[in-house]
T-cell receptor, first 115, second 110 residues
Framework: GAGVSQSPSNKVTEKGKDVELRCDPI?????LYWYRQSLGQGLEFLIY????????KSGLPSDRFSAERTGGSVSTLTIQRTQQEDSAVYLC?????????????FGPGTRLTVT | SQQGEEDPQALSIQEGENATMNCSYK?????LQWYRQNSGRGLVHLIL?????REKHSGRLRVTLDTSKKSSSLLITASRAADTASYFC??????????FGQGTRLTINP
């Protein structure tokens, strides 16, 4: 079946603009994660959704970042008033089961460049 | 801060040789996972080892876990050019999120 998809694959925006990044998880996967990867670095956790539970937002770096997941499927990560330090690859992942580190399936990522 | 730390940061070997990468972590874990990343984009899950396991094999991959030393190693045997990638360890500490290390950049020279 189809894997995790993300759009756009690349986004260039001017400093101060808002951006929306989209993630379509694998059908039937209950858990969805957003990570950020700066150039040459490891992945930084941003936010986690599980079913109808309140999301774990503990990784969001500032209140300019927000995310939602509609209908338990598609998720949108929104960055308001983008800054140059927001430039990174934003990766989405989903997993079938939420518990205790089930294997996560990653999308190809969105490369965000803030000029 | 990153939980897992890979060592070395970069590794370059000849095709056919074995590649060993290490990962250290700081707190108790439920499991440890290794992922591969090509060209800075999506990650591919390689193997998961649970905290009560000491060694696990998958094809040319061998993972060990030493919870007393809070460390893990990934061995790739008989390396191929296609193994060139970045390799990350990730730990799960009871919460749902994974905490990733900085990665090891592996280059296989033909």
């Amino acid at each position: 079946g189809a894997g995790v998809s993300q759009s756009p694959s690349n986004k260039v925006t001017e400093k101060g603009k808002d951006v929306e990044l989209r993630c379509d998880p694998i059908s039937g996967h209950t858990a969805l994660y957003w990570y950020r990867q700066s150039l040459g670095q490891g992945l930084e956790f941003l936010i986690y959704f599980q079913g109808n539970s309140a999301p774990d937002k503990s990784g969001l770096p500032s209140d300019r970042f927000s995310a939602e997941r509609t209908g338990g499927s598609v998720s949108t990560l929104t960055i308001q008033r983008t800054q140059q330090e927001d430039s990174a690859v934003y990766l989405c992942a989903s997993s079938l089961l939420p518990g205790k580190g089930s294997e996560q399936y990653f999308g190809p990522g969105t490369r965000l460049t803030v000029t | 801060s990153q939980q897992g730390e890979e060592d070395p940061q970069a590794l370059s070997i000849q095709e056919g040789e074995n590649a060993t990468m290490n990962c250290s972590y700081k707190t108790s874990i439920n499991n440890l996972q290794w992922y591969r990343q090509n060209s800075g984009r999506g990650l591919v899950h390689l193997i998961l080892i649970r905290s009560n396991e000491r060694e696990k094999h998958s094809g040319r991959l061998r993972v060990t876990l030493d919870t007393s030393k809070k460390s893990s190693s990934l061995l790739i045997t008989a390396s191929r050019a296609a193994d060139t990638a970045s390799y990350f360890c990730a730990t799960n500490q009871g919460a749902q999120k994974l905490v990733f290390g900085q990665g090891t950049r592996l280059t296989i020279n033909p």
